[in-house]
């Protein structure tokens, strides 16, 4: 994939998030007491917190070079705060929903996002692992590492089994490990186009 190719998806991701918002501003015209009588508005928010996150890393690679350390932080600060407001904004989405109490709270996390956050996130990974693999950028055996640890993550998350999962946790960390520390001497000699 090339650099031009990321972009490319980048804006679309981009432009989607921007219209998420905008439909969360419009449902809070729209809808009574604010948006805050069901859960369509902060069900907007909520997503559209989760897709600024690759927005923001699209807009900060476009402008890294002459953004300086003002921008670096300006891009650290919004990806760390828009994690942060995504909790209060899920916990008023599942408020709006009926949920009352503590342990509904709690049921309607387990339920609804923490299954599929966990399994979007780890197929993620396991499919990083394999293009770390086959492009050959950081070492192939941490691209294995991370797609054992991954693999093993998902079906320990499914299963409940806390060694199975202390095991994945391990694979993955030194994984990403070996890549961190790869990639610093290096970081100079990493190829700018990847073809797929």
């Known amino acids: 994939m090339t650099v031009q190719t990321l972009y490319r998806w980048g804006s679309v991701v981009t432009v989607v998030t921007a219209l998420i918002f905008a439909a969360a501003a419009v449902s809070l015209i729209i809808i009574p007491d ?10 907007l928010y909520y997503f559209g917190l989760i897709l600024i996150v690759p927005t923001y890393i699209t807009i900060y690679a476009a402008q890294a070079q002459t953004a300086g350390k003002l921008g670096f932080a300006g891009f650290l600060m919004s990806v760390i705060g828009s994690i942060l407001y995504s909790a209060p904004i899920f916990v008023l989405m599942a408020g709006t929903s009926g949920v009352s109490t503590w342990h509904d709270l709690w049921a309607f996390a387990m339920g609804n996002i923490l299954p599929l956050g966990a399994t979007i996130f780890l197929i993620g990974s396991i499919l990083l692992g394999v293009a770390t693999r086959r492009v050959g950028v950081f070492p192939r055996s941490a691209g294995l590492l991370l797609i054992i640890g991954s693999s093993l993550w998902l079906v320990a998350f499914y299963i409940s089994v806390p060694f199975l999962l202390s ?29 797929a």
């Open 34 to 43: 604010g948006g805050l009588a069901n859960p369509v508005a902060p069900a």
């Open 167 to 195: 095991i994945a946790n391990l694979s993955s960390a030194i994984a990403l490990t070996w890549m961190g520390v790869s990639v610093y001497p290096r970081r100079e000699s990493f190829p700018v186009q990847q073809t």
